[in-house]
């Protein structure tokens, strides 16, 4: 299962023999991957074809269209015969019956090259689809409306290609003068028609509202377009890429070890739980085992995280449905849970505190007593909440029945995390499929019933006291033993040996020096995020550096779904529903 | 002010002329006078814009609650439009697309208006040298304090917001533009690396972290 891609020669099983019988002699081709994710190059003139068997066709089909991203296969050298590509797209589906994903690739040649799109299966093939026209340059054929959506209309070039710059220092100098402001401001105006904003009637008028890059209630540099007849919602366009700091370009120039800082800044609320998809990728990769002990550690400090950014969603929801005081409080409890984490990891935010084998050091003496003290504090104060927010009759009033939506509509838009849980679907990735010890621990999937603003907050709060539980059982268990493995790739690896023999001492050196080589191939890891499904799917070229680092986030899909659901409803609903997404843009955007 | 007490009747205690004059009378320009409490009033009552990039609006936004309390130096007045703010805060990574509107944004400002870029991204691109950033917000607006980290605590915003204050008090705008010369000048810039270079080189003693 581990290293380079290895083309199976013996009869496939599953899903891809699934697919041999259907479509047998049509140049399916099935890879061997790291992580074990059934791998299948389909040629472009078959993907619809294929796609369509997957998604309609199946007994237990795959609904989900997972991610949608792109490789510059140019400048890679291990690819030990795989299908002739100059730019590869990656499909992943998810069957949430099956449990199970599936990963489609088409290969692509040429300079500007075309690929069949898969808009009319899945909804939200849209946006992704837009996004590797704009980083790769591949056209789909049949989209229905190929710009731009991360970088601005006025920029050359498609910077994820392997020919295009990577440092704003490598090109020319910005100089940001009045007439660059109004020629960048110009390519910002909205143009009603290009967004599908028709006239509703022959006499009767609407208004063209711009929300955002700036706004109070946008969490960010998020803009949505509206069309609103009085107060009420037509259309809403969502356009998004004003905080796209180009992450993914970045993993191809760090080191693997160096990468783990950006991870944290991806969800910028999630802290050390970034890096966790990334890290299980590379040891995966690189076959190595995890000790107990820094899986454990890793699983307490995501959960704090988890809950100090459930405190800020929870306390900035109430605000935008205009209850000023409960963020307030809830900043002060997150003051505790930072006071823990800083103890721990020496930062807040983004303490970048996982490495790749374990964890950056062991728990500080005392550890138990500040977790101890954040137990007994926490619930009390989410008591008080219940009664202060929760309850809220102006709170209720304006959340509840709004922004609802179905579990199949989660589903056909990609939802994961709290926001597919309040459907009423217990879809966690924790437990269908347990990562880090999970397995070990218990704790509930909490679900709503209605999919609305009220419920997905309500689904929020309980996974706080379910973080809760997590942590008393990581205080109560705590395995004893290293914090990192005993591995050559671990980076650095632990120093206790590294001056008595010289085996340990090459490997410290080289891995601090130019950093671990991790061996060629592919895997995706997947974590359940503070607001859904994260994953990193890590190409690896044999290198000191990932070849390709593809970041899928939860946020960029939640809100591609904010059209559908806040059309007719009012401004003040749609603010709801915003808050009720938790999301920030460094997760949309990267 | 300075006091003690003597006894009336004591001849020698009775105050000599120019202490009389000296605790008495006031001396001073009028012009230095109201220069002062106009930036007084100005550096105690800091509009912050409700602006935020990033990560860093995060622990700004941490500043503005209970446990800091940004009210106790008069800028817990947020205001969501730039034409009633003082100051904006650059909280965050300043993006090549977003830059022409946080430069609109910044000439929607009124006068007298400044500018603190918080943390690594709008100090300098901070890690992000890639070509969506844009590598320092000094590169589209003037700055007046920089706060360095990545991001910064909510103390150090305090801190900024201090050192604004502080240099606002010395700043020489025109009362008018009919009074005095034109112009604004400005206290010159303060470096904390070297105000605090003897302190730090005199720390010997850090604590371990392995305790807590």
Redesign the interface.
Known sequence: MMSSAVLQEAQPTGIVGELYARFPGEGLVEQATADGMPTLWVPAAKLLAVMKTLKRELRQPYRMLYDLTAVDERQRQHRNGLPVADFTVVYQLLSIERNADVRIKVALSGDAPCCPSVTGLWLNANWYEREVWDLFGIRFEGHPHLVRI???RTWDGH?LRKD??????E?ER?V?DQA??ER??EA?KIDPAEWGMREVAEDHDTMVLNLG??H?SVH??FRIMLQLDGEQIVQAVPDI??????AE??GERQSWHTYI??TD?ID??GGVMNNLPYLMAIERMAGITVPSRAQTIRVMLCEFFRITSHL?FYGTYAQDVGSMSP???M??D??KAYDVIE??T?F???PAWFRIGGVA?DL????E??VREFLDWMPKRLKDYEKMALKNTILKRRSVGIGTYSTQDAIDWGVTGPGLRATGLAFDWRKARPYSGYEHFDFEVPTGNNGDVYDRCVVRVEEIRQSLRIIEQCLDHMPSGDYKARHPLTTPPIKDRTMQDIETLIHHFLNVSWGPVIPAGECTMTVEATKGLNSYYLTSDGGTASYRTRIRTPSFPHLQMIPYISRGLMVPDLIAIIASIDF???DVDR | MDYSLKRMDDPGAAPSLDEQVRKSVFLGKLEDLAHHAVNWGRKNSLWPF??????C???M??AF???HDLARFGSEVIR?TPRQSDVIVISG?P???????I???YEQMLEPKWVISMGSCANS?G?????????GVD??LPVDVYISG??P?PEAFLQALILLQNSIQSERRPLSWMVGPQGVTKMPALSMRDARHAERMAATDLRT????
């Open positions: 991360m970088m601005p910077p295009h710059f990577a440092r704003a220092t090109a910005l940001m660059r402001v960048e401001q910002l890059p700036n109070p960010g540099v890429g004003y905080h796209h700091r180009g370009k970045m800082p950006y800044r910028y609320l800020l963020v307030f409080f900043f002060v997150r003051q103890a721990i020496g807040r935010m983004h050091a500080p003496n005392g550890w007593r500040l920030v843009m460094a | 409700n602006f935020g990039l990033s990560c609006y995060v622990e936004a941490t609650t209970s446990t969501a990574t993006f090549l697309k977003m830059a022409p509107v430069k609109l944004l691109g890690m992000y040298d890639i070509y969506s950033v844009v590598q590169k589209i990545c991001p605590r972290p392995d305790d807590v």
